[in-house]
């Protein structure tokens, strides 16, 4: 059974910041495209970052370009996503998500292209 868990979200002040985690199991994820979106209330859930199964591609909404960075440990099935200089407008449930669909694939930006989520971790950030 396919498990995507994420973990390392909580209260920050703005310009703060936090490291979220997302421990995947129940099957290799090695060659698998693996993403990060968000949610805020009343929004719909928006692409935030993605990361080709190597790691050494990497796409990144334009909103975070130059303050978040997702990473990824094949080797541990873990993918991270460092949040620095964190604004109020950040706040929302970070969820993880990957595409176990196909294999080397680039990550795509659209929740459509993710078919196993996380539940989300709630990430708040305080003016």
């Known amino acids: 059974q396919v498990q995507l868990v994420e973990s390392g979200g909580g209260l920050v002040q703005a310009g703060g910041s936090l490291r979220l985690s997302c421990a995947a199991s129940?099957?290799?994820?090695?060659?698998?495209?693996m993403g990060w979106f968000r949610q805020a209330p009343g929004k719909e859930r928006e692409f935030v970052a993605a990361?080709?199964?190597?790691?050494?591609?990497?796409y990144a909404a334009d909103s975070v370009k130059g303050r978040f960075t997702i990473s990824r440990d094949n080797a541990e099935n873990t993918v991270y996503l460092q949040m620095n200089s964190l604004k109020p407008e950040d706040t929302a449930v970070y969820y993880c998500?990957?595409?176990?669909?196909?294999?080397?694939?680039?990550?795509?930006?659209?929740?459509?292209?993710?078919?196993?989520w996380g539940q989300g971790t709630q990430v708040t950030v305080s003016s």
């Open positions: 990361s080709r199964w190597s790691g050494d591609a990497t």
């Open positions: 129940g099957r290799t994820f090695s060659g698998y495209p």
């Open positions: 998500a990957a595409n176990l669909r196909v294999r080397w694939a680039v990550p795509g930006q659209d929740t459509n292209d993710y078919d196993y």
